[in-house]
């Protein structure tokens, strides 16, 4: 399909959307050390972004098996009150526009939670432009397809006429489970040679080169 014929885009929010993962792993470095845990490294904390906040922190702690929860209930907390900035990246808003202009309709698929992103939506001023989003808390973890086939669905999209957006091998891994086009952005967690193992159609370092892609 030519690259602006695309009837739905989707992306994914942290680190496609909003420059939040420095904020994230400050904050499971600090729910670990609130429980007297050793935090994980920088890498594997940004290497489990995507996933549901259950299976990362399954994933980063799995020596911990009763501290789930309580990890789980710390990170919320100090997300909340965590000073790092979170600015959308440049750009986001006219090329989300631009899209929606174009005809294109847009949609979310993140493993925040559905309160996390309720209140980021509204802060960043970004709500208009989503027709539908899914969350950790709406549909199975990434990289499961579940969250796309949901979209899908409500939407009235097949999947050769969507494509996914984000910035880890986790988006790009659900885009493909769900014989989707994707495109890989830079500016998160893995770069392009990261990216590319995922056969996306594009990866770009700028939003302005994502409209490039997507309209031309």
Same mark, same amino acid.
């Given at each position: %399909?030519? @690259?602006?014929?695309?009837?739905?885009?989707?992306?994914?929010?942290?680190?496609?959307?909003?420059?939040?993962?420095?904020?994230?792993?400050?904050?499971?470095?600090?729910?670990?050390?609130?429980?007297?845990?050793?935090?994980?490294?920088?890498?594997?904390?940004?290497?489990?972004?995507?996933?549901?906040?259950?299976?990362?922190?399954?994933?980063?702690?799995?020596?911990?098996?009763?501290?789930?929860?309580?990890?789980?209930?710390?990170?919320?907390?100090?997300?909340?009150?965590?000073?790092?900035?979170?600015?959308?990246?440049?750009?986001?808003?006219?090329?989300?526009?631009?899209?929606?202009?174009?005809?294109?309709?847009?949609?979310?698929?993140?493993?925040?939670?559905?309160?996390?992103?309720?209140?980021?939506?509204?802060? @960043?001023?970004?709500?208009?432009?989503?027709?539908?989003?899914?969350?950790?808390?709406?549909?199975?973890?990434?990289?499961?397809?579940?969250?796309?086939?949901?979209?899908?669905?409500?939407?009235?999209?097949?999947?050769?006429?969507?494509?996914?957006?984000?910035?880890?091998?986790?988006? %790009?891994? %659900?885009?493909?489970?769900?014989?989707?086009?994707?495109?890989?952005?830079?500016?998160?967690?893995?770069?392009?040679?990261?990216?590319?193992?995922?056969?996306?159609?594009?990866?770009?370092?700028?939003?302005?080169?994502?409209?490039?892609?997507?309209?031309?």
């Amino acid at each position: %399909m030519a @690259s602006n014929q695309y009837k739905l885009v989707i992306f994914d929010w942290d680190g496609t959307i909003m420059d939040s993962i420095g904020k994230i792993v400050n904050c499971i470095k600090c729910s670990a050390q609130s429980l007297n845990i050793a935090p994980p490294s920088d890498t594997a904390i940004k290497n489990i972004i995507g996933l549901s906040l259950e299976k990362a922190m399954e994933v980063l702690f799995p020596s911990y098996p009763t501290k789930q929860t309580a990890l789980i209930n710390a990170y919320k907390a100090h997300y909340k009150v965590d000073p790092t900035p979170t600015p959308v990246f440049d750009d986001v808003a006219n090329v989300l526009n631009a899209l929606k202009q174009n005809g294109a309709v847009l949609a979310i698929a993140t493993g925040k939670g559905r309160d996390g992103l309720e209140r980021l939506l509204d802060q @960043s001023q970004l709500r208009h432009f989503f027709s539908a989003t899914r969350t950790s808390d709406d549909a199975q973890s990434k990289p499961s397809p579940d969250m796309l086939y949901q979209l899908l669905a409500e939407l009235g999209v097949s999947a050769n006429e969507a494509v996914m957006i984000g910035d880890t091998q986790i988006d %790009m891994a %659900m885009g493909r489970a769900a014989n989707m086009d994707r495109i890989g952005v830079t500016m998160g967690v893995h770069n392009a040679q990261q990216l590319s193992e995922y056969d996306p159609i594009a990866t770009v370092d700028s939003y302005q080169q994502l409209q490039q892609v997507l309209i031309g």
